[in-house]
């Protein structure tokens, strides 16, 4: 059964970083499209950023452009999220998703916890 696994979160001040990990089993992460939404209390959850297929391109919403970045590791069949001088704003839940190219996300994490304090 395919899963994947967010590890990572927790509490930090603004400014500071963190990097979450989101590690697969019964999947081949490197053939996915891989995404890493947030969803805030209250708010709709939005996508922060995307790694395609084999790590083929990269996309960032223009609120973490600079700060957050996308990285693969084949062989530990897993995706980070460097998450660098966090703001306030961040603060949500982090979900990492995965899907093939031109469907739908189908594989989704169970999500981790980022609080940034101000």
């Known amino acids: 059964q395919a899963q994947l696994a967010e590890s990572g979160g927790g509490l930090v001040q603004a400014g500071g970083s963190l990097r979450l990990s989101c590690a697969a089993s019964?999947?081949?992460?490197?053939?996915?499209?891989v995404g890493w939404f947030r969803q805030a209390p209250g708010k709709e959850r939005e996508l922060v950023g995307t790694?395609?297929?084999?790590?083929?391109?990269?996309y960032y919403r223009d609120s973490v452009k600079e700060r957050f970045t996308i990285s693969r590791d084949n062989a530990k069949n897993t995706v980070y999220l460097q998450m660098n001088n966090l703001k306030a704003e961040d603060t949500a839940v982090y979900y990492c998703?995965?899907?093939?190219?031109?469907?739908?996300?189908?594989?989704w994490g169970q999500g981790t916890q980022v609080t940034v304090s101000s």
């Open positions: 790694s395609g297929w084999s790590g083929s391109s990269t």
């Open positions: 019964g999947l081949t992460l490197s053939t996915y499209v």
């Open positions: 998703a995965a899907k093939l190219p031109q469907y739908a996300y189908r594989y």
